[in-house]
């Protein structure tokens, strides 16, 4: 009887869905909302940087014109809302490739949905996606959870590395939906690499940015460029704008070619840079990542060479700003990262593991950074 029982709510709860497909959903597009609702954003004003970019408009010209293009990726940008909808789709078109062979679709151009659960915390949600020129991904809402708790909410991750042209969100005739808004606490800002950008999770919420700013609640702003993270001192310019609860300069990954960056450029650069950033932000603390190389084992010693001397270029630039009197400087070592062989997709990128282990070592960092300045995040 039981059995029978449940066959009958799946059957009804498939007509439904299947009414929901066939019918016309009310369609909600995030850039017309007429308040902020595309979290990951350092800057929010209506003008002053396009819907799905990371730089406002006015560094076009300033940096160089690879950071330019890569900062138009959707990259740490989330939308959030609620919504008792047990069907909903999205649809959205995008500007470049849909992946590299080292970096699947999912990832490089995908969506990503976690909802809050009845514990506060946050479950992944899987969608049934089709990459075509109009990319689309049907939610289907079903678990016990939804009949607990019918309004839940919802965190989109926008694709890591491509650009979104326009998105939109059908909701079924009738269903509540509610956009919220943007994140106003003051967000963990970082400017990095590939790495930072998100290279190379198989979805957008597994790269260690978007796990750690669930774990800890905070709101991130991704400027991680690919091949591109440099400490330039026009992105630091632009950095320095946002008004954040903590800086984190994760480049030393691009920064190993020795003809270009020798160590004591490096180091002049980590100078210039934290210099920039203590004048207009006397409080606010920089954290400062090794390079996290991955298993030395199998790395060859010129490679090995080279990441300790630019990671003890780091540390020995870190103690002479502390010696100096710079306060409320931090670094992230590399061995706390614990990388491994397992833990990478071409040996330089990490994947969903490497993304975790990321993570895991950049939340107990930053957690204990905050808990020392607890003001540095406040709304």
Request: overall charge positive.
């Amino acid at each position: 009887m039981k059995k029978l029982i449940v066959i009958i709510f799946l059957l009804l709860h498939l007509q439904v869905v299947y009414a929901y497909r066939a019918d016309s959903l009310t369609w909600w597009n995030p850039a017309e909302s007429t308040f902020p609702v595309i979290g990951g954003k350092g800057w929010q004003q209506s003008g002053v940087i396009a819907p799905y970019q990371r730089l406002p408009l006015s560094a076009q010209g300033k940096v160089r014109s690879q950071v330019w293009a890569l900062s138009r990726n959707a990259t740490g940008l989330v939308i959030r809302f609620k919504t008792n909808a047990h069907f909903f789709s999205i649809r959205y078109t995008v500007a470049g490739a849909l992946q590299l062979p080292h970096f699947p679709a999912t990832g490089f151009s995908g969506l990503d949905l976690y909802s809050r659960n009845s514990n506060g915390g946050w479950n992944w949600i899987p969608g049934k996606y089709a990459f075509k020129d109009t990319i689309s991904y049907d939610y289907t809402i079903s678990d016990a959870d939804s009949l607990r708790n019918p309004e839940r909410e919802y965190f989109l991750y926008l694709p890591i590395y491509n650009t979104v042209k326009e998105l939109r969100i059908g909701m079924p005739k009738g269903a509540m939906f509610t956009p919220l808004a943007a994140d106003t606490q003051k967000p963990v800002v970082i400017y990095g690499t590939s790495i930072t950008q998100g290279g190379c999770a198989s979805r957008p919420g597994l790269a260690w940015t978007s796990v750690m700013g669930r774990k800890l609640e905070l709101p991130v702003v991704n400027l991680g460029f690919s091949g591109n993270g440099t400490l330039d001192k026009e992105v630091i310019g632009f950095v320095n704008e946002l008004d954040a609860g903590l800086f984190v300069l994760d480049c030393l990954g691009n920064m190993m070619d020795r003809s270009k960056f020798p160590l004591e450029e490096v180091k002049r650069r980590i100078v210039a840079s934290v210099s920039t950033i203590r004048e207009r932000h006397p409080s606010v603390p920089i954290l400062m990542p090794a390079f996290a190389a991955f298993h030395k084992d199998w790395l060859t010693s010129e490679r090995q060479q080279q990441i300790k001397e630019l990671n003890n270029a780091m540390l020995d630039t870190y103690r002479q700003l502390k010696k100096e009197g710079v306060k409320y400087l931090y670094v992230l070592r590399a061995e706390d990262m614990k990388l491994g062989p397992d833990h990478t997709v071409d040996h330089g990128h990490p994947n969903d593991a490497g993304h975790l282990q990321y993570a895991e070592a950049f939340a107990k960092t930053v957690a204990a950074i905050l808990k020392k300045h607890p003001r540095a995040v406040a709304r």
